[in-house]
């Protein structure tokens, strides 16, 4: 039997929505303007982290001396050149939210600015699959601070230990693990060392049963 109350929250960016192909792209674009190309293993340091921090951190790391606004707004166009052709949910998110939908409050949390959230949230009637949607922005500090989880979870009026959190980046993993809930890490394409911080790992949505989530919940009773 399922705990009373208890909710599954959801990452955006890699967990809900597979974008990271999408930022991938938009990054190449813009940095190759600045003839800057990301080094692999500094990858995962942008995967999750709010807007702020990855222009912050890109400019700082990569010497670029362009005016912040302006590579900002290049930053931003370019991402949504390729929001506007697509944005695909991940593979198995529609299935998961239909196994949960009756036994489960859900919700949205998400380090993206609410002009981004608002955009996808209309594009691919995020409504539709959540009760609750929430960005970092709303809160006193973004990920990886733990605010935002908790945040969400004082609007569903559920405990951590009634909550489990699905992520997939190393800053959203913090951010979960901060807030006292159960969480579990999407693989993606960070190495799986760097996942091992979370609770569970899982290759595929799909291997996120009702059993799979009865589990974790039980372990804190």
Do not use: W
């Not at 990920?143 to 992520?167: D, L, Q, W």
């Not at 993606?188 to 996120?208: C, F, G, N, Q, Y």
């Amino acid at each position: 039997m399922l705990i009373d109350n208890s909710a599954i929250l959801f990452d955006l960016d890699g967990v809900t929505i597979d974008t990271e192909p999408l930022y991938t792209l938009s990054e190449i674009r813009l940095f190759s303007e600045y003839g800057v190309k990301i080094p692999k293993e500094d990858k995962s340091l942008f995967r999750g982290c709010s807007e702020e921090t990855f222009f912050n951190l890109s400019m700082k790391r990569y010497g670029i001396t362009e005016d912040r606004s302006l590579f900002i707004q290049k930053g931003r166009r370019y991402v949504m050149d390729e929001f506007k052709k697509h944005i695909p949910f991940v593979p198995g998110f529609k299935n998961l939210i239909s196994r949960i939908s009756e036994r489960f409050s859900r919700g949205l949390v998400t380090a993206s600015p609410l002009s981004t959230l608002d955009y996808i949230r209309k594009k691919n009637k995020l409504d539709n699959y959540f009760q609750y949607i929430i960005s970092g922005e709303e809160t006193e500090k973004n990920k990886p601070y733990p605010h935002p989880y908790i945040e969400m979870m004082e609007r569903i009026y559920v405990a951590p230990e009634n909550t489990i959190i699905i992520e997939d980046s190393v800053v959203g993993l913090q951010s979960a693990l901060a807030s006292g809930a159960h969480v579990i890490a999407r693989e993606t394409s960070l190495p799986k060392e760097k996942l091992k911080i979370a609770h569970r790992v899982v290759e595929h949505l799909d291997d996120i049963t009702i059993n799979y989530m009865e589990d974790i919940l039980l372990e804190s009773i």
